[in-house]
């Protein structure tokens, strides 16, 4: 049996650097869009809104997937995050290190492959377009 591959799109920001934040997640699962969100998450810096993109989408596909046959790209637009995540940068900010360690523990709970890269801003429009919609709504 194939391994099936999710392509995960995050994107996360915040209006003020702190200020109101918000996450935007698009999973596609062999090409085919399974689920896509965009919320709020209060106060925070950019960075933290980018790790906690990648946090909710660590949690939700906790929640739907059922072994271990499956790998998991993230796709980012913040080099810092990616980097961070890959182990190439050091992560000297302690709120940011908090965060990586919380992605690690649910990397170690969801299993598969799980791997991280960048691409530009402008190929993560759509995770970026729910980060928008969801504080406009605010």
């Known amino acids: 049996m194939a ?3 999710y392509h995960i799109h995050t994107d ?15 999973i596609h699962k062999n ?5 896509k969100f965009g919320r709020t998450i209060g106060k925070a810096t950019n960075n933290v809104a980018e790790y906690r993109g990648v946090i909710e989408a660590l949690k939700y596909m906790r929640s739907v ?10 796709i980012l637009d913040s080099m ?5 995540l890959n182990g190439i940068f050091k992560i000297k900010e302690p709120s940011l ?3 990586s360690l919380e992605v690690k523990l649910l990397e170690q709970e969801v299993g598969g492959v799980i ?9 993560n429009r759509d995770a970026d377009f729910l980060v928008n919609q969801a504080l ?3």
Request: charged share 25%.
């Open 3 to 5: 391994k099936d591959i």
């Open 12 to 26: 996360g920001g915040a209006r003020g650097n702190p200020g109101p934040a918000a996450v935007g997640v698009v």
């Open 31 to 35: 090409g085919i869009l399974l689920h």
């Open 65 to 74: 997937l059922k072994n271990d046959e499956f790998e998991l790209l993230f």
């Open 80 to 84: 810092l995050i990616v980097n961070q």
């Open 97 to 99: 290190r908090e965060l």
């Open 115 to 123: 791997r991280y890269t960048t691409v530009p801003r402008e190929q």
């Open 136 to 138: 406009d709504s605010e």
